[in-house]
């Protein structure tokens, strides 16, 4: 469904483990730039009421989303900790040119926002199947759930305000570069690293 080139290294969920408080607070950091990614998108393009509408909906549900993973990182005696830079999305950020008409821009927002959410309930999948704790494993379950809509719905409106064979050419190029990314990545202690 997801329609991700290269799956997560098995080996990622182990070392999650062993480093669930690093994955906590890269997480609640995931979810406050996902809020902030919302209304950002909100203010760059205010001429598109229902998406408006939607990312002021997604902007709230983000951050319920950071007030629940800071509450797991509470709960198990840990502290926000600082942010760290996202590698993997800094490097998606990479893959479409700077500049081009308003749709072009608003278009490549979406997919690599889909992306990262489509990574993260990957992510989020593995962790609920894996872990030994039962309870993080239930909470990663219903984000998985949460996410899958999300990148669902960032694709929808791209498909929306782009050309549709034209934004299934970019979104399958850019599933292709992510995939590259992959290969260096899942060595980390990081949600998306």
């Given amino acids: ?31 406050q730039k996902a809020a902030s990614t919302a209304i950002s998108i909100i203010v760059t393009f205010p001429e598109h009421p229902e998406l408006v509408d939607e990312m002021t ?7 319920g989303h950071f007030k629940m993973v800071h509450e797991q990182l509470r709960k198990r005696g840990h502290l926000l900790g600082r942010d760290r830079k996202d590698v993997y999305v800094n490097k998606l950020r990479e893959f479409f040119p700077k500049g081009g008409s308003r749709t072009t821009q608003l278009v490549h927002r979406l997919l690599i926002a889909g992306l990262i ?14 872990l030994k704790d039962k309870e993080l494993a239930d909470f990663y379950h219903k984000l998985m759930i949460s996410e899958a809509n999300h990148y669902t ?12 064979s034209e934004v299934d050419k970019k979104w399958n190029e850019l599933l292709e570069f992510e995939a590259e990314i992959m290969k260096d990545l899942s060595k980390d202690k990081t949600v998306h690293g």
């Fill in 1 to 31: 469904m997801l329609g991700l080139k290269l799956p997560t290294d098995p080996r990622w969920v182990n070392i999650a483990e062993k480093n669930i408080e690093d994955i906590l607070i890269d997480h609640a950091y995931c979810e």
């Fill in 57 to 63: 909906a997604l902007a709230r549900e983000e951050m």
């Fill in 117 to 130: 959410e489509a990574r993260s309930c990957e992510r989020f999948r593995l962790l609920s199947e894996e």
């Fill in 153 to 164: 719905m960032f694709l929808k409106y791209a498909r929306k305000y782009g050309e549709r």
